[in-house]
Structure formats: C-alpha cells, structure tokens
C-alpha cells in the first residue's frame, strides 16, 4: 500500500477523537449515542469468518466490534495517528490496521473481501468518487459495502441552510468541535453518493433513514419535534456487487 498523498485533519487531533470514542464505546451497542450501529451491523449481515474492511477505521471502534462478530477485519484510515492509536487497543480477534487514502486505487486490496463497512467516513471523504470505486474493487462478486454517515438533508435544515443544499463540495464545521475535534465535513447531495456507488459498478439493496435516539424517543411519546430535528439525522446505505 503506497504511502497517500492527501492528509487528514483527525491527526493532529487523534489522542482527543480516541477520548471522545471511548467513552461511547464504554456501553457497548446498547449505549449507541446515535442509534446507528444496530441498522449498520443489521445491513452487514453474519460476518462470521468472512474478510471484512473497515474503510475508515479511525481508531478501530468499529474494527473492534467486527472482529468480536468473528470477522477477520483490515482496517484502514488516512491518519497515522489514528492508526496508531487503534494498534494499541485489545480486541476479540487480529485486526490488520493499514494507513492508506481508500480515494485512490489500491490493487492490493482488490477482489478481496465479502463485505466493507463504513462507520461515519463518507462525510469526510473530499473526493467520494474515488472513494466509491475503491470500495467496489475491493469487494469480491456477491460481496456488500455497508454505510453509515450524516444524513446530507439534515445538516443543512437543521443549521438553518436548506436553500444550500445544492451547493456542494463545501466544507463545514461538524458537531466534534465541543470534544476538540474542530474538523469539517463535505456536504453533498443524496443523489450524488449513490451516484458515485452505483457508478463504481455497486447495486443499491437498501436506504435507511436513522433517527437519533433522542428524537425516536420524542416520536414515540407524541412530543412536539424541535425545529431542525424534523428529519432523520443519520443514514445507511447498502449496496451489493453483482
């Protein structure tokens, strides 16, 4: 794997972002802050015995939840610190941690896995194209690429910007500055990422909208909804190599 050329913003900031997981990580699937992991890992399926990638890694939170389902799990993120500091933590089983920009080619990883999941990267990714085809060559046929990430219509209504919701490729601010991680997002649209996927070669299988589980809770009750809060703020998106 070629050393990238692009580098991430989470690095200078790596030992705060590992804080910050780990306390989300402390209560397990059940602890969810977001309500995102359960409908990720449902899409995925049994990963048991089969090569998983986790595109993204991070600091392996992720990664270490697949290897404890029986995967045999590679994962790889664009920040050295963050790749570091996932090396360091125990887990169920051996995870392959690589850096590496999953935005451009890497024929070492190709034809490789039966599944790739991605836990809230796709934001992140200045170029989601080059994203998209990686992923897709990495998968063997048959195999799927399980995506979890901020829903592109909630960002912009919720901070009051709808009217820019066709204005894309611009970088915002995310909610990770009152954990100091003052990094920013992309915003693009729906149609955009599934038409980088389903151009890479990938089939659509599933769109699922997430709600935070504070807002779950106020529907279920009948509550009125706060201004802002209207709209699923996570998705996942599933797709399947034919």
């Avoid at 500055?177 to 649209?189: K, L």
């Avoid at 709600?211 to 703020?233: F, N």
């Amino acid at each position: 794997m070629t050393a990238p050329t692009r580098t991430s913003a989470y690095d200078q900031y790596a030992d705060e972002y590992a804080a910050y997981v780990a306390t989300r990580e402390q209560d397990a699937l059940e602890g969810d802050p977001f309500g995102i992991l359960t409908p990720l890992l449902a899409q995925l399926g049994d990963v048991t015995g089969q090569d998983v990638l986790d595109a993204g890694c991070g600091e392996g939170y992720l990664s270490r939840i697949l290897a404890a389902r029986g995967a045999r799990v590679t994962g790889v993120d664009l920040s050295p610190r963050l790749v570091m500091l996932a090396g360091q933590k125990a887990s169920a089983g051996p995870i392959d941690y690589r850096v590496g920009d999953l935005s451009v080619p890497h024929p070492d990883l190709e034809g490789r896995f039966d599944a790739v999941a991605s836990f809230f990267v796709l934001n992140d990714v200045e170029d989601h194209r080059g994203f998209a085809e990686t992923l897709a060559r990495s998968l063997k046929p048959g195999g799927r690429a399980v995506l979890g990430f901020n829903n592109p219509y909630d960002y912009v209504m919720r901070k009051g910007h709808g009217s820019a919701y066709f204005e894309t490729g611009g970088a915002h601010p995310c909610g990770l500055s009152s954990v100091g991680v003052p990094v920013f997002f992309y915003h693009r649209t729906l149609p955009q990422y599934l038409d980088a996927f389903l151009d890479a070669g990938l089939r659509l299988t599933k769109i699922v909208d997430v709600d935070h589980p504070a807002m779950t809770t106020r529907r279920a009750s009948g509550e009125e909804i706060p201004l802002g809060e209207q709209l699923p703020r996570f998705m996942v998106l599933a797709f399947a190599k034919p």
